[in-house]
């Protein structure tokens, strides 16, 4: 009870000034334990600011792109902001034309913070336009903005602001390269290959100046990685195994891979990967790491030679990052960092505030704005990561401004989607299940735009109200049930369960893990709308 209270001081602090509105649960971790985070942040890279960790992750077609996530002692993470603000590149991020930026947009790429101008930066090359760009932010929240594009793919970009702040960039697959960048980081000023592979399939750079050594970690996807060691940027490098399939620390997942080193104020290191977690997608895994009599650095194992389910906790701080569960309520004048489009919204349909003016209340609303009966094509549907081992999801909507033809709901969203939702037709607004929208694994054109898989009942203003509660419980385990259920409610507190149980799948192809999503879109004409009141996320037994 104390540390409840205790945290919600820090929740009030933390979140102050903050434009969204979230109840905080208490869920502290006391040690390490992995993963830290049980969430889908892929290509992870984490790095130190003074008594401040950072973290980002890519995130593919979802706008905005980049998550930033902070914490003070690598246990317990918070989402902060982003650090691609629109995917502006090009039509297909947009879902207004046929082609489509599904397993596109943001991949591996790089942040760090450069001491000589006090700035954050990120660079990345954009799969689909192989330039690459860099954004720069005075603080890691934003606002982030673009500072350069470059004419060349930097394929997982590392990068690295040197002790003399020259400014480098380790990136390649199969071969590895190092270019050295402008000071302006506008311009590259020569590249050189430094690692000729052509038998290991590599990538995932990672670059750092360690007391005057230069390091490059990079990964065999999706089970080793690898450090390069020299005493100049350009080599030649010598190389170690850092990790080679060593036992994940979650039942059936992967092994722990693709990662970086980032070290506390007070000179411990660590390590700092993912493991493919599916159904749930990828998720970090941390273990602290000692160094050998050549520098190069060791992981520290458990008993039987495998990644730790937990490790002493890196730094004893009374600072608070806070990992969300519990309620967003949309009273912000933003939406929270936790929030992703499915590629860039049309930002003229939804808003933030008094919803439609006819009850004032307040919510997310969600207009219609494509004119489709095809999930994936649909543009403003919103999505949430799922938290692991097991939680729940629920929205509730208000669905009295939906117009003839509009199907809003609650999906599990991935190449495989279900959802729990609202058709609406003629006058009658009824509750579904549908079942089976998948995409094609060739080109993630969409295979299958799904059928009703059990009709509930019909909504009325009169009767029912027109408030429905959207809810999809979940075990992402990959050792678990790999079960998703579907539930709604029409008062909040008796849930009825609708459609078949959806069974998941430990597929990687589409790299992103399932979300929760809320959606709204046309299949007649644009004009309707739904309130979207609130989001809960709580973990389940
Ligand atoms: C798609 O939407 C974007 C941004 O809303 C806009 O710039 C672009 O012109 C639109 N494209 C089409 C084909 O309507
Ligand atoms: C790696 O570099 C060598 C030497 O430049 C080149 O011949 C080879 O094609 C490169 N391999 C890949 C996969 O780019
Ligand atoms: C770097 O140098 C400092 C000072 O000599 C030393 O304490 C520290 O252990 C070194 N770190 C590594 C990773 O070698």
């Not at 092994?255 to 104020?265: E, M």
Request: hydrophobic share 35%; with cysteine; proline share 5%.
């Amino acid at each position: 009870m104390k540390l409840a209270s205790t945290l919600l001081g820090g929740a009030t602090l933390a979140l102050a000034g903050a434009a969204f509105a979230q109840s905080i649960e208490d869920q502290t971790n006391p040690n390490l334990a992995n993963p830290p985070l049980w969430d889908d942040l892929a290509d992870l890279e984490v790095i130190r600011v003074g008594d401040t960790f950072y973290y980002t992750a890519s995130t593919m077609a979802y706008s905005p792109g980049a998550p930033v996530l902070k914490s003070y002692d690598l246990a317990n993470w918070e989402y902060i902001g982003h650090s691609v603000p629109e995917l502006d590149f090009g039509p297909e991020y947009y879902l207004n034309t046929s082609s489509r930026g599904y397993v596109q947009g943001i991949w591996a790429s790089s942040m760090r913070y450069r001491e000589s101008d006090s700035h954050f930066y990120w660079i990345g090359c954009i799969v689909s336009t192989q330039n690459s760009y860099v954004y720069k932010a005075a603080s890691p929240e934003g606002p982030w903005e673009r500072w350069s594009e470059f004419e060349t793919c930097y394929y997982d970009a590392g990068l690295l602001f040197d002790d003399n702040d020259d400014v480098y960039v380790a990136y390649g697959a199969y071969n590895i390269s190092v270019a050295q960048l402008s000071f302006d980081v506008t311009e590259e000023l020569s590249t050189t290959l430094v690692l000729e592979s052509p038998d290991v399939y590599l990538e995932g750079s990672r670059f750092y100046n360690i007391n005057g050594s230069y390091l490059i970690a990079v990964t065999r996807p999706a089970d080793a990685e690898f450090i390069l060691k020299a005493d100049n940027p350009y080599g030649p490098y010598d190389m170690k195994t850092l990790v080679d399939a060593i036992a994940a620390p979650v039942d059936g997942a992967g092994a722990p891979h693709q990662g970086g080193l980032v070290d506390t104020q007070d000179g411990q290191w660590y390590y700092t990967a993912f493991i493919d977690n599916y159904p749930g997608g990828r998720t970090p895994v941390i273990a602290p790491v000692t160094w050998d009599e050549d520098g190069f650095p060791v992981i520290v194992a458990d008993g039987d030679g495998g990644w730790a389910g937990s490790y002493a906790m890196p730094v004893i701080t009374d600072k608070l990052a806070l990992s969300p569960l519990g309620t967003d309520s949309f009273t912000g004048s933003s939406l929270g960092p936790e929030w992703e489009w499915n590629h860039n919204p049309d930002n003229s349909a939804w808003s933030l505030g008094s919803g439609g003016g006819r009850r004032r209340q307040v919510g997310l609303t969600l207009s219609t704005s494509s004119v489709t009966t095809d999930l994936f094509q649909a543009r403003n549907t919103l999505t949430h990561r799922i938290r692991g081992p097991k939680s729940r999801g629920t929205f509730v909507v208000d669905v009295s401004s939906m117009a003839d033809g509009d199907r809003a709901g609650m999906a599990w969203f991935r190449d495989r989607s279900a959802y729990v939702g609202v058709h609406k037709s003629g006058s009658t607004s009824r509750v579904v299940m549908v079942n089976g929208i998948t995409m094609e694994q060739s080109d993630w054109s969409t295979a299958d735009e799904g059928a009703v898989a059990e009709e509930g009942p019909t909504l009325s203003p009169w009767s029912t109200g027109s408030t429905v509660h959207l809810r999809v419980e979940t075990d992402i385990r990959p050792a678990g049930s790999l079960i998703a259920s579907f539930w709604y409610s029409l008062d909040g507190e008796s849930y009825a369960q609708i459609g078949p149980d959806f069974e998941e799948d430990t597929d990687w192809h589409f790299f992103m893990g399932p979300r929760y999503s809320v959606f709204n879109f046309a299949t007649v004409e644009t004009g309707g709308s739904v309130l979207v009141k609130s989001f809960t996320q709580e973990a389940i037994e």
